[in-house]
C-alpha cells in the first residue's frame, strides 16, 4: 500500500528475469485499449496468464537486468498501473520504459540485489532512504533513490498532473 508521506510500500513479490520485455508486460495486440483498468486484464498475459487474477494492490513486480526494453509505448507500465502494481524492483531498467514509468506515475526502484528475491517474498520498500526489505527472508537490500524531482513527478500521479500543479497552482 502506498504511503506518500514516507514514500513507502509494502506488498508480495512477483519474480520476472532479465531482459522482460514491453510485449511480455502487455501483448501488442491488446493495444487497442487505452485506460489502464482495460489493460490490466492482460497484464503478462502472455507469459503468466494467472498475473491478472493473482495480483493484488499494492503488490511489487521484480525483474533482473533491462526491464521494459523493446517498444517505447506507455501501455506496458500501465497495465502494471492497472494491475494495482505499486512499484518495480529490478536491477537495470531500459532507459524510455524508466522515463515512461516515472511520466505516468509508476516509480521504479534500481536494486542490485533484485536477483535475492523471490516470488511471494513479502517486500517493503521505502523510495525516499532507498531501501527494500525483505519480510519473508528477514534481508535488506540497498536501491538507489530516485531523485527528489522525480519523485515530484511520481507523487503527483504523472508528468501531466505534475505540469498542472506547476502552472496552476
Do not use: W
Not at 506488498?11 to 520485455?21: E, L, R, W
Not at 510485449?23 to 483498468?37: F, K, M, Q, R, V
Not at 516509480?107 to 531501501?131: F, H, K, Q, W, Y
Request: contains cysteine; hydrophobic residues 35%; glycine residues 10%.
Amino acid at each position: 500500500m502506498k504511503n506518500k508521506t514516507s514514500q513507502s510500500f509494502q506488498g508480495t513479490a512477483h519474480k520476472f528475469g532479465d531482459n522482460v520485455d514491453t510485449d511480455a508486460i502487455i501483448p501488442g495486440t491488446c493495444l487497442i485499449y487505452n485506460t489502464a483498468e482495460e489493460l490490466s486484464k492482460f497484464t503478462f498475459s502472455g507469459v503468466r496468464p494467472e498475473f491478472a487474477t493473482q495480483t493484488r494492490p499494492g503488490d511489487i513486480v521484480v525483474g533482473g537486468s533491462n526491464f521494459g526494453c523493446g517498444s517505447s509505448r506507455e501501455h506496458a507500465p500501465l497495465a502494471l498501473i492497472g494491475s494495482g502494481v505499486s512499484c518495480v524492483i529490478a536491477k537495470s531498467y531500459a532507459r524510455i520504459f524508466f522515463r515512461n514509468s516515472i511520466n505516468i506515475g509508476l516509480p521504479l526502484v534500481e536494486c542490485e540485489d533484485a536477483d535475492r528475491i523471490s516470488e511471494g517474498d513479502i517486500l517493503e520498500v521505502n523510495l525516499g532512504a532507498g531501501t527494500v526489505k525483505n519480510m519473508t527472508k528477514n534481508e535488506e537490500y540497498k536501491a538507489v533513490p530516485i531523485p527528489d524531482f522525480l519523485m515530484e513527478i511520481v507523487n503527483a500521479g504523472g508528468l501531466i498532473s505534475h505540469t498542472r500543479q506547476e502552472l496552476f497552482e
